[in-house]
Antibody
Framework: QVQLQESGPGLVKPSETLSLTCTVS????????WSWIRQPPGKGLEWIAS???????NLSPSLKSRVTISLDTSKNQFSLKLSSVTAADTAVYYC??????????WGQGTLVTVSS | NFMLTQPHSVSESPGKTVTISCTRS????????VQWYQQRPGSAPTTVIF?????PSGVPDRFSGSIDSSSNSASLTISGLKTEDEADYYC??????????FGGGTKVTVL
């Protein structure tokens, strides 16, 4: 059974960097593609970034200047960093797997609030 | 990049049929598969349709997907509507396998 679990601080100060990790169990991070998606309170889903099993990345055009996504194969994890955050970055952040173009396994999501 | 536009909300009575549209702003809807996700409050999304019209195991056949090149849109149809179908539904497509696009979401209310 594939499981994904997001972890990281629930509160980040404005202008600082948001850092989240997704720990994968039941599958190897060295296969398929892995994505971060976010959902501001009461709003829709927004794709942030993807990384492949080989480490190639693709970033949302609207966020790419602030986003870094990376793999840690030794820990079977992938991570997200979003710099210079503002209140507009407050959202539930999800990690997900996509072997093709379908997101088939999702984490439960973690709420990150940007506030001083 | 392109955008996917969905109606904000639809509502219908139990037992009836609802159809949610997802219109692609540029490029052909038929050139990239469309997926549909259901999201209940407080939960992560789950797939109800993938690759335009395929159902994952466990998803009832009341859910069906289609594409219409003439309107450049995809559709999710839920027939025999049940109270448990009340949720938000999102369409999703892609520019490449690792460049994803979501629609804005549609709230389905079962009256």
């Amino acid at each position: 059974q594939v499981q994904l679990q997001e972890s990281g601080p629930g509160l980040v100060k404005p202008s600082e960097t948001l850092s989240l990790t997704c720990t994968v169990s039941g599958d190897s991070i060295s296969t398929y593609y892995w994505s971060w998606i976010r959902q501001p309170p009461g709003k829709g889903l927004e794709w942030i970034a993807s990384i492949s099993y080989s480490g190639s990345t693709n970033l949302s055009p609207s966020l790419k200047s602030r986003v870094t996504i990376s793999l840690d194969t030794s820990k079977n994890q992938f991570s997200l960093k979003l710099s210079s955050v503002t209140a507009a970055d407050t959202a539930v952040y999800y990690c997900a797997r996509h072997p093709t173009v379908t997101l088939d396994y999702w984490g439960q999501g973690t709420l990150v609030t940007v506030s001083s | 990049n392109f955008m996917l536009t969905q109606p904000h909300s639809v509502s219908e009575s139990p037992g009836k049929t609802v159809t949610i549209s997802c219109t692609r702003s540029s490029g052909s809807i038929a050139s990239n598969y469309v997926q549909w996700y259901q999201q209940r409050p407080g939960s992560a999304p789950t797939t109800v349709i993938f690759e335009d019209n395929e159902r994952p195991s466990g998803v009832p056949d009341r859910f069906s997907g289609s594409i219409d090149s003439s309107s450049n849109s995809a559709s999710l149809t839920i027939s025999g509507l049940k109270t448990e179908d009340e949720a938000d539904y999102y369409c999703q497509s892609y520019d490449s396998i690792n460049s994803l696009v979501f629609g804005g979401g549609t709230k389905v209310t079962v009256l």
